[in-house]
């Protein structure tokens, strides 16, 4: 009967045959026991009855071949396509493929990512760092899906980031003692963002093409709120974009002389993952708590602390709100200490200027 499909063999291994959309099916049951072949194609017709319905879609035997490691090398092209694969992101995926890249898709269930997860918490990590990755695997399933590659995607929890906001800043001390301590090539990029706020990403993508002779501008394809950004050659990033026109030319074992393509480089390379360098170079400064997006948060402060209007300040770091620039012009206990002050030196004024009158009357 043409619905319910039949069962034949291949040498001593069963395999079935059924329809679907029209046209036949074939695949190996992977058994030599003519039972279990045909609870094998019962199942495979309830699948393609469901798909006929619109219950379930069945993509066939080729969805449950795919592997997780493919559906990441698809997530991969696809950021990469829509000019959002970063740095930060391939290093979120690397850990990924190591724990479930030689997996069947089919075979990930909530229960076994939620397991992953308990895993990373018990090393350590914090909830942000958790949801980075899973988000990361949930949009592969996700990009799957819409390609139509699987029929069904596994839950995957998100964790609670409440009171996980980061609050450190770099103290100018701090900051040139890990400088002194980073390779040579990560310094200049280390003194950009500590000056502008800018992104690791968008800094390490930044073109020679957009240095002009009055400023550096950071396109909109490259940075994160996808609007151009940009700030003059003046000061400290002049002297910055000097020295990095010096580091441009490069010369190779033959006496070859190219030029650099980016101006933040690592012997002409696009600067990678440098995780190790900088927490090497934190944990000798004595500031081992530092991350590089604490420049993002020191640049804020250190803008208003030097009397730069507010939407200035905006727009030298790249902030697209009020709401989050504030959340980053952190104010420092020195701030505050120094609020106190002024407020007890007016309280002070008045208390004499009561007195005085009270003295007069």
Partial sequence: ????????????????????????????????????????????????GADAIGAKRFLGPQAERITVNELLDALEADLRLRGKLSVKTQSNIKPLRSAFGEVRANQVTTDGITRYVEKMLDEGYKPASVNRRTQLLGQAFKLALRQQRLSQVPYITRLSEVGNTRTGFFERADFLRVVENLPEHLRDYCRFAFITGWRRGSLAGLPWSDVNPTNVTLPGVISKTRKPESVPLEGEIEAIIERRKAARVLKSDSGQVTLARYVFHNEGAQIGDFRKSWASACRMAGVSDRLFHDFRRTAARNLILSG??????????GHKTNAMFKRYAIVSEAQKSDALRNVAALHRTEDQRTSKSASIN
């Fill in 1 to 48: 009967m043409r619905g319910a499909g039949r069962i034949f063999l291949r040498g001593s291994t069963y395999w079935i045959a059924y329809y679907n959309r029209g046209g036949e099916v074939r695949e190996s049951a992977k058994t030599d026991d003519p039972k279990k072949a045909e609870r094998f194609l019962k199942h495979r017709v309830r699948e393609v």
């Fill in 308 to 317: 730069v209007p507010e939407s200035v300040a905006m727009q030298i770091t």
